[in-house]
C-alpha cells in the first residue's frame, strides 16, 4: 500500500509533522528475510521521486544514498529546510536530469526517515524497538528497495548510483539483481569497509554509548536523548570527509571571533566551531540508535565474502556497464579501493570504466560542485539513455 507518512522521532524538529513523502508499508504476508535470520514484518520503506516515469518504464535512476543522508535528494528537505543533498546533481536540465529520467530515492532500512528503523514502533509491543531492533546489513536494505521497486511495478533501472554507502548499495545491486539494473554508478566507495573505517565507526558508537542519556538504547522510553553522544560522533565522521588541504584552505588556524587565544577549552579555533556546529545541527535531524545499526551496517559490507573471498565472481556473466568514480584527496573511500573494484569488473570482463577526480574536497566532493563529475554522469546516463532508446 503506497501512502504518505509523517516521521515518528523522538525529539523535537524544526518542523514537527513535516509530510515526508511517499511509503510503502509492507504487511505480514511480505515479509523481510535478514541476513542475521531475522525476519522483519510488518516494515515500511519511504521514498521520494522526481521526474516522470515513462510509458515503458526504462527512464529509472535509482539513487542509494550515504550514512546520513536520506530520500531527499533534491529540492526543499522538510525537516532541514535546507536543499536535499544532491541538489547539484539532480534535478531540471541537470546531470541527473529529472526532464528525462525518473529518479527514485528512498530511505535505508533501518534508517530515522520513515523508513522502518529503531527509532519505529515494534507493532508487537507498542513501543520503540530500540535494540530489539535487528542488525541490518547493505544487502538487506537493498532487498527492501528490490521489494519497493517491485510494489511500483518496476522491472529494471536504467542506472543505481551514489557515494560512499549508497555506492556500496549499487555495488550490492548488481550483485543480487544483475538482471534488474542496466548501468551502475558507484561513486567515492569500497566493495568492503577497511579496517581504518570500521575504527573511526566504533569511536562514534562509542560516544554515543558513553553518553549517559543513552539509557542502553531505550532514550525514548526514558524521555531523554543522547545529543552530547551522538554530537561527538558526527565531528569525528565530520573530519573523514574532509581533506587537510580543504581545512586547511577553509579554516587553517584562524581564531574563532577573538583577537588572542583564550587558553581555555571553549573552541577557539574556527574548525572547532565549524565541527560542533555541525554536531549540533546533526542532532536535529538524525536518531542515535539509527547511526549505530547504519554505520554498523558499513563494517559488515565485504561483497567478496558471500564467493569466497573473489570480488569479480559477484559480477560474473553480469550485462550491467559500471563507471566507477574516485577522488584524489578521498582518503575515506580511497582511490584504491574504487580501483580494486574496476581490477575485480575487468577479471571477469564486464563493461567497465574508471574515472578519477583531481580534487582537494576530499571524501564530500562528490556532493559538491565539482563539474568533472557531474560531465562525467551526464556522459555516462546520456549514452545508457541512448543505448536503451530513452528519449
Not at 510503502?24 to 535478514?34: I, N, Q, R, S
Not at 577553509?250 to 581564531?255: A, P, S
Not at 553480469?318 to 584524489?328: A, H, N, Q, Y
Request: negative net charge; charged residues 20%.
Amino acid at each position: 500500500m503506497v501512502e504518505t507518512i509523517t516521521p515518528r522521532f523522538p525529539r523535537p524538529l524544526s518542523a514537527p509533522g513535516a509530510d515526508i513523502g511517499k511509503a510503502v508499508h509492507f504487511g505480514a504476508d511480505k515479509p523481510l528475510k535478514l541476513d542475521s535470520g531475522h525476519v522483519l514484518s510488518p516494515f515500511t520503506v519511504a521514498y521520494m521521486t522526481y521526474g516522470a516515469l515513462n510509458a515503458a518504464k526504462s527512464n529509472v535512476v535509482l539513487i542509494c544514498h550515504a550514512l546520513t543522508g536520506d530520500q531527499f535528494v533534491a529540492g526543499q528537505h522538510p525537516v532541514t529546510g535546507r536543499p536535499g543533498w544532491w541538489e547539484t546533481m539532480v534535478g531540471p536540465g541537470k546531470p541527473i536530469d529529472t526532464d528525462r529520467f525518473f529518479v527514485i530515492s528512498a530511505n535505508v532500512l533501518g534508517g530515522c526517515m520513515g523508513t522502518t528503523g529503531p527509532a519505529e514502533t515494534d507493532p508487537a509491543t507498542g513501543k520503540p524497538y530500540g535494540l530489539s531492533f535487528p542488525l541490518v546489513t547493505v544487502k538487506d536494505m537493498v532487498r527492501a528497495q528490490a521489494m519497493l521497486l517491485d510494489a511500483l511495478g518496476i522491472e529494471k533501472v536504467l542506472c543505481v548510483t551514489g557515494g560512499s554507502m549508497g555506492g556500496m548499495q549499487a555495488l550490492q545491486w548488481v550483485a543480487s539483481y544483475p538482471d534488474r539494473v542496466v548501468t551502475a554508478a558507484p561513486i567515492a566507495t569500497a566493495a568492503r569497509h577497511s579496517a581504518q573505517n570500521i575504527a573511526f565507526h566504533e569511536v562514534g558508537r562509542q560516544a554515543i554509548m558513553a553518553d549517559p542519556d543513552w539509557k542502553a538504547g531505550a532514550y525514548q522510553l526514558e524521555g531523554t536523548q543522547p545529543n552530547k553522544g551522538l554530537s561527538v560522533a558526527r565531528m569525528a565522521a565530520h573530519i573523514t570527509y574532509l581533506s587537510e588541504a580543504a581545512l586547511q584552505r577553509k579554516f587553517g588556524r584562524n581564531l574563532q571571533e577573538r583577537e588572542s587565544i583564550s587558553f581555555g577549552f571553549g573552541p577557539d579555533f574556527q574548525i572547532e566551531s565549524y565541527l560542533h556546529h555541525q554536531g549540533m545541527t546533526f542532532v536535529d535531524r538524525f536518531d542515535a540508535n539509527a547511526y549505530l545499526y547504519i554505520t554498523r551496517a558499513m563494517d559488515y559490507f565485504d561483497l567478496a565474502a558471500d564467493y569466497d573471498g573473489v570480488l569479480g565472481e559477484a559480477f560474473r556473466n553480469c550485462k550491467t556497464r559500471f563507471c566507477i568514480v574516485s577522488f584524489t584527496s578521498d582518503w575515506l573511500f580511497p582511490t584504491s579501493e574504487n580501483k580494486r573494484i574496476a581490477h575485480a569488473l575487468n577479471a571477469v570482463a564486464a563493461d567497465v570504466s574508471f574515472v578519477e577526480i583531481e580534487s582537494d574536497r576530499g571524501h564530500d566532493a562528490f556532493l559538491l560542485d565539482e563539474p568533472e563529475l557531474f560531465a562525467v554522469m551526464r556522459g555516462f546516463l546520456n549514452a545508457a539513455a541512448a543505448q536503451q532508446g530513452v528519449a
